[in-house]
């Protein structure tokens, strides 16, 4: 009676995992799988949606920083535009649009230098809104020729609304400048509002003066 009990609990030990159990462990392992899963297309998303972030601010910044650096050039030097017409040496145009192929603001600016010490010849530029992408517009010389059209490149996307003010000599922000001679000369600061479609509103006032 003794060896047969023996006998018996050596064969309990030794045999394998009954169908309940392996279902069990398997029960187990696929909500650890689930959790995993889910855990890492969580990280994936936020990875994704912080590039994402990432890139739109730095875009941003180079927009800003471009804009800065060429309002910190302007020159009060009027032009003569492609009708024949002279118009100041900054112009911001109401928010309705206008000339210069609805340009929002138009401005001289100095040249600056090349890359080997030479100053260059003074430029006008423009940035316009169009399709939720900013633009910038370029004109090759400061007295347009007729038929005169400027070169656009695309600084900004995502873009719903570009608005800007101009601060007078009497500290009064304008919403539009210069729209009735070419003699007078450029606003104190330009304050730039960009709302993009995501709903961010940026704001940024750069000094000319």
């Known amino acids: 009676m003794i060896e047969y009990r023996t006998a018996w609990r050596g064969t309990r ?18 909500l650890l799988a689930i959790s995993g899963y889910r855990g890492l297309t969580a990280l994936l998303q936020t990875r994704a949606h912080l590039d994402q ?30 009708d024949g017409t002279t118009q100041a040496a900054l112009m911001g145009f109401p928010a309705s649009g206008g000339e210069l192929e609805e340009a929002k603001i138009v401005f001289t600016r100095s040249g600056g230098l090349d890359m080997a010490g030479g100053v260059l010849p003074p430029q006008r530029l423009g940035y316009r809104l169009r399709n939720t992408v900013i633009q910038m517009l370029r004109w090759d010389v400061l007295d347009q020729a007729p038929n005169s059209k400027a070169t656009e490149f695309t600084v900004l996307e995502g ?12 500290m009064r922000w304008e919403t539009q400048w210069a729209m009735g001679s070419p003699n007078v000369p450029p606003p104190k600061a330009v304050e730039v509002e960009v709302v993009l479609m995501t709903g961010e509103k940026i704001v940024r006032v750069f000094s000319l003066q």
């Open 13 to 30: 030990q030794n045999r394998g995992f009954t169908l309940i159990e392996l279902l069990v462990a398997l029960f187990i392992f696929s």
């Open 53 to 82: 972030e990432t890139r739109k601010y730095q875009a941003l910044s180079r927009f800003f920083t471009r804009m800065d650096e060429q309002l910190a050039q302007v020159i009060n030097r009027p032009v003569r535009v492609a």
């Open 159 to 170: 873009v719903r609304e570009f608005n800007l003010r101009y601060l007078s000599p009497s």
